[in-house]
C-alpha cells in the first residue's frame, strides 16, 4: 500500500494521464469544448473515486464532481478526508490549445492537509507534499503577482505594495504552482473559491516552504459543512506581510 503522500502523487498522474487520453481522442474528432469538459471531468471523477475506493475504502471524499464511492464513509464527522478537483480549470481543458488546467488531489486530518499533489498534465508537472520545494524565483526585475481575471482589482493592489506586476491565467493550482516553481512571487483570490480549488494548492505550497493562509494570515481550514474559502493568499515568505497589509487596508 502506498503512503499518503505517495498515493496522493500517483492518482494526480495517473488521472492527468486519462484527461490527456480523452483530450487526444475527443480533439481529433468534431467534439464540441462543452462535451469534452463534460467527458473529461467525469471520467477522471470516475477514476479517482474507484482508485480511492481500492486503496482507502474507510477515508470519506469530497469532490468537485459529486459523490463518492459507495464504500466511503459520510465526511461529517469523518477524521481523514480526500478532497479532490479531477480538472482544476475545466474551460481551459476544453480548449485543446491551453495547458494551463491541473488535477487537484488532497488528503486532511483534523481539517489540515497532510499530504496532497497537484499535476498540470498538459505540461507533464506534477508537485506534491514530500516532492517539492519552492524554486529559487527566476531573475527578474519585478516581483510577478498571478490572479484570476475575474481578480484584478485586488492582486494590483498587492503588485503595487510590492512593487509588482500583474499576471492572469488558468486555474488556481497552475497560479499556485507557478509560486512553487518560481515564475511567480504572489498568488491572490479575495473570493469565489471552494475547498477542491484550494486544499491541494496550498498542501504543497505549504511544504514547499511558502506562506499559504487566508487574506488576513489566518489558517486554512477544510472539510467544513459548507466548503467554501473565502479568500487565498500564497506567497514567498518576503512578501507576505506587505500583501496582507495591503489587501487589509
Known sequence: MPDDHALAADLATRAGVLLMEVRGRLAAGDTSSEALKREGDQRSHEFLMDALARHRPQDAVLSEEGAAAAVHPDRTGTSRVWIVDPVDGTREYGDPSRTDWAVHVALVEGGRPTAAAVALPASGQLYGTGLSAASRPLERERPVVVTSRSQWGEAEVVAAAIGGVVRSFGSAG????????????????????????????????????????????????????????????????????????????
Open 174 to 249: 497552475v497560479k499556485a504552482m507557478a509560486v512553487v516553481g518560481g515564475s511567480a512571487d504572489v498568488y491572490v483570490h479575495p473570493s469565489g473559491l471552494y475547498e477542491w480549488d484550494v486544499c491541494a494548492p496550498a498542501a504543497v505550497a505549504t511544504a514547499a516552504g511558502l506562506d499559504a493562509s487566508s487574506l488576513d494570515g489566518t489558517a486554512l481550514t477544510f472539510n467544513k459543512p459548507r466548503p467554501v474559502v473565502p479568500g487565498l493568499l500564497i506567497c514567498r515568505p518576503e512578501y507576505t506581510g506587505r500583501a496582507q497589509s495591503a489587501l487589509r487596508r
